[in-house]
């Protein structure tokens, strides 16, 4: 089912420059931070310092009384309405009513001429709080008599999902070989450059618009309506320019989008609000903390028979996304290695911590780090090569997994040869000095999730009366260059060039509705709704060309801006005046739309069976690393990747995409993590929470992505997903190489200096017991 | 308003005569009175080099980098860097070289390499590793970025007929 290579195309398949990457490297791009309006005034959030407590009392007197204060809010100012992402697990409020759960949450809101003396009035908001006991360990939350985050949330489970495929008991059995272990991995941060930043206005018709950097406005929207009791036709959200999301704060709205709006309707003025990057790192969203176990039965030749996986997530004082994390978390166990018999119960569990949600990779990067973390293990114990281990479990194109994936192209096995080519691995595995090692890991991930709510896209397109290209669709470009893959599918389908299209960013007065830009779905959905839309319009060109020139439409092919009878090239008209003809003569316009819908295969969350995505892409890597047993510092010294994106429709973005998440995994693999003690964040700073720098990196000549080109039937010129499955595989493979180097397993993430020389020091104790890591 | 001093700022080969308070980093005045916003802020603790701009010819944070400070120097930002509203080579590099995605970091880099390339018009991969340690991309992993650098040092040197 992986069908050959096709690229008989113009525009699809060309490596092409970012859209807006003019503005961008000029300035001119529009953040929200960048925008100001008349009369803007500036707003603050006052955040409370306990990690659960009573507000007994706020008195905002003496903050209103500061000279340039225009308003101050709590959360009586609301309606009280609780909002979320998911029916079920609505416990957001804009402000804190009577409650707060963590350090960080929203207490009160401050308008103000300037940021300056929206800050100093901050101070003088007086509340008065009672403390209550908290709890921060998971673990120590879910035991009888814990404090409870939630009154009436038992035992402070925020959410579970159980589910059970084959006949797992019967397959553990019979097992030649069976293993468990536990991994732990951390909260990590988004960690994106552009703080959340908003403008909020209420006028005086009652409307309500916000200007915001958002990656999905149309949850924003249905969030904004429910939380301040509006119906949804007066409530506006338009996207700016997004400087970076990686998911988030940016997918919801936030408390500061509820108080620049209701201190617009206070004030009759905009107001806007602007994070910190104190606060961005202090406040909620973040990668689930997990504690993740892991036991797995195999035949003598390594064959996975059953998996049995038990989860505990952290998630915090609030549930976010959670609810969907934790069957997703399960269901990743899926891909990309053929598992006949799976068994999981995962808990998410409220704590008084930042609350936590998606990120990059969401739940699949957590899992792919145990599960090939293992895999490697269990090579070593039954003395099978690692490559050998994974081709022999690999998924094949055409399988259905035991939770009801249908796997359609999955060139996994390719990936894996194509990284053992790329990295040398023969020539490296065992034979590269002392303390430097080299590792293997994979990972896979979805294009696009069919959700119970809304699921689908849609696009529409105008073609202007000079030939070019207007299209809407309600996805975002987050810079991860959905406006260039977008048009460039526009293009190719009218025949006209990337620089033809005008792609808008959402409005949702004018764009159409969309669930927004996560799960790897932007290019697959919306990527079809835009072809479809474009096969509409040229449709409808082609009936007016045909007209005009006496020609047939079935014989008319759009290339170059023209329309032209292929059976006859004397016979052509611009497209131009094409449409100029049909608008001013017939008076028809080219107005056209497409929707994609994915199908209408539905998930039972409660089952945890079927089909959740139209198409699945599997990736493997491999990484070669020298550690300095000194000081437990580690050096990547190379890394070569490849994965199945399909049909890559910009070569150039798809790089970018795939090289982006391997470098933000070598953060969470080595260093990234939010410290917390008792709920504080102690390094709310990018000078202490540490992201990769451009030293991080591999020389150039020694990174490598490569892209085995599959043409997948459902996708948009055969397209798949690329943003999120490369970065999977890239924790174990730095786990198994720094394994490979020193004999040291690191299963607790990040795998940090103080922890790698701990483990050395720990081997060299135990050296002389017998002991699964002394294979040096 | 106590406080207030009077400064001459010269940003991007245009004079303005301003009176900050003395604590205002040039960043705000940029972004807030000059309304210039292409550079970014972001850390605003030198951490992720979003803000930078030239002062003289030399890539600084301007969130740690006082206004008042800023009197009688050679200011040029982001937007200096266009002539007659066309790209300057390095911009048309990262352009090209798909080293911008969100493009929060873009300005920031683009400035530094304007340094970086001044002081050392053929730096090494390593050198350029090192000039640009003050910075933070999260979107590409850096490999676009440097591959950009290297390509606007080398279409330079041709068109200085090196």
Known sequence: ?????????????????????????????????????????????????????????????????????????????????????????????????????????????????????????????????????????????????????????ANNISAKTAFEFGKVDEAFTRADYVREDVYETQPVKQGMLEPHACIGLWDATGKVSLWSCKMSPYVVWRQLAMGLGLELRNVRVVQ????????????????????????????????????????????????????????????????????????????????????FSMYLAGAMLNIPYRIPNLRYEAYRVYTNNGFCGALRGHTNTQICFARDSQLELIAVDLGIDPIDIRHRNALQPGDVTANGFRIGTFAFDECIDRVVQLSGWREKRGRLPKYRGIGFGCGSHISGARLMGHSASAAEIRIQEDGTVHLTTGSTDVGQGADTVLSMIAAEVLGVSVDDVRYIRVDSDSTPVDPGTFGSRVTFFTGNAVKRAAEDARRQLAMIAA???????????????????????????????????????????????????????????????????????PSACAVEVEVDPDTGQVKIVGFWGADDSGFPINPMGVKGQVIGATVMSFGHALFETLIRIDGKVMNPSFRDYKMPLMTDIPRLANFRHDNVITFEPEGPFGAKEAGQGAGTGVIAALANAIYDATGARLNCLPMSPDRIL????????????????AAE | MKHLMPITLRVNGEIHELLVPPWRTLLEVLREMIGLTGAKRSCQEGQCGACSVLVDGRSVNSCLYLAVEAQDKDIRTVEGLMQEGVLDQIQKSFVQKGAIQCGFCTPGFVVATTSLLNENPEPSEDEIRHAMVGHLCRCTGYVQIVEAIQDAAGQLKQQRGG
Not at chain 1, 242 to 258: C, I, R, T
Not at chain 1, 759 to 765: V, Y
Request: charged content about 25%; overall charge neutral; proline content about 6%.
């Open chain 1, 758 to 773: 701990f483990a050395l020091r720990q081997k060299e104790e135990s050296a002389g017991a017998p002991s699964e890591v």
């Open chain 1, 547 to 617: 007209e005009r020139l006496g020609a047939n439409p079935d014989d008319l092919v759009f290339r170059n801006r023209e329309i032209v009878n292929r059976h006859d090239d004397r016979q052509r008209i611009s497209l131009k005046e094409a449409v100029r003809w049909g608008a001013f003569q017939t008076g028809r316009l080219i107005i056209s739309h497409g929707t994609y819908a994915a199908g209408d295969e539905k998930i039972d969350f409660r089952t945890g069976h079927g089909n959740l995505s139209p198409a699945y892409n």
């Open chain 1, 240 to 323: 700016t320019v997004v400087g970076g999301g990686f998911s988030g704060g940016k997918q919801e709205a936030m408390p500061m989008d509820f108080c620049a709006v209701m201190l617009s309707k206070k004030t009759g003025r905009p107001v806007k609000i602007v994070h910190t990057m104190d606060e961005v790192l202090t406040i909620g969203h973040m990668r689930h903390p997990m504690k993740i176990w892991l036991r797995t039965a195999t035949d003598k030749s390594g064959r996975i028979l059953a998996q049995h996986c038990k989860m505990v997530a952290n998630g915090g004082a609030y549930s976010s996304i959670g609810g």
């Open chain 1, 1 to 153: 089912m992986n069908s050959p290579v096709r690229n008989t195309f113009d525009v699809v398949g060309q490596p092409t420059p970012k859209k807006d990457g003019i503005p961008k490297a000029c300035g001119q791009a529009e953040y929200a931070d960048d925008l100001s309006m008349p009369g803007m005034l500036h707003g603050k959030l006052l955040r409370c310092p306990h990690a659960h407590a009573r507000i007994v009392r706020i008195d905002t007197t003496r903050a209103k009384a500061l000279p340039g204060v225009r308003a101050v809010i709590t959360g009586a100012d609301f309606p009280g309405v609780r909002y979320g992402n998911l029916p079920q697990t609505r416990d957001y409020l804009p402000l804190a009513l009577d409650v707060v759960r963590y350090i960080g949450e929203e207490v009160a809101a401050v308008a103000a001429v300037d940021e300056d003396t929206a800050e100093e009035a901050l101070d003088l908001i007086d509340v008065e709080y009672e403390p209550l006991p908290a709890v921060f360990d998971p673990d120590e939350a879910m035991k009888p008599g814990a404090p409870l985050v939630h009154d009436k949330v």
